[in-house]
């Protein structure tokens, strides 16, 4: 049985409003959803313990940190100047997925599997144990790369 006119222009008015409401909630909540990675909202609490003046994670720091060469190698040696791009280990020359969770949506998605590469690779480029800060603003750079 057709609608009424009159019936009709009611839902489509509440239709409209409804699916406005509707777009207008998911314009605020999608890139809130995409932003949250718990992988990086774990190295937060250790970060401010290690500075109590912590802030946040800076994506320009994490940029900062991927490119800088330590001893002789840097993240983009293997990793290459884009996490986008997928690379090659210097060594072994094996290939490497990208890094970048946009082209590569496995990535930083299993806390003890990034933590054990965070161990590896960053023994390897700097020498040392990474700190909370400089895993989060890596993090935060690699997140934002699209």
């Not at 909630?25 to 290690?50: F, I, Q, S, W």
């Not at 994506?59 to 190698?73: D, E, H, I």
């Not at 970048?100 to 161990?119: L, Q």
């Amino acid at each position: 049985m057709p609608l009424a006119p009159h019936t009709l222009g009611i839902f489509m008015r509440l239709t409209s409003k409804t699916g406005l409401t509707v777009l207008a909630v998911l314009a605020v909540a999608l890139p809130l959803c995409v932003a949250a990675n718990p992988v990086l909202e774990g190295y937060r609490a250790p970060a401010k313990a290690e500075n109590a003046a912590f802030k946040d994670f800076s994506a320009a720091a994490g940029q900062k940190f991927y490119n800088a060469k330590g001893a002789t190698l840097s993240c983009a040696s293997c990793h290459t100047d884009s996490p986008l791009a997928a690379g090659k280990h210097a060594s072994t020359s094996k290939d490497i997925p990208p890094l970048a969770p946009s082209a590569n949506p496995k990535r930083f998605t299993d806390a003890a599997n990034v933590e054990r590469w965070f161990k590896r690779n960053c023994n390897d480029v700097l020498k040392r144990v990474c700190t909370a800060q400089e895993k989060g603003d890596f993090m935060a750079y690699v997140l934002s790369v699209k």
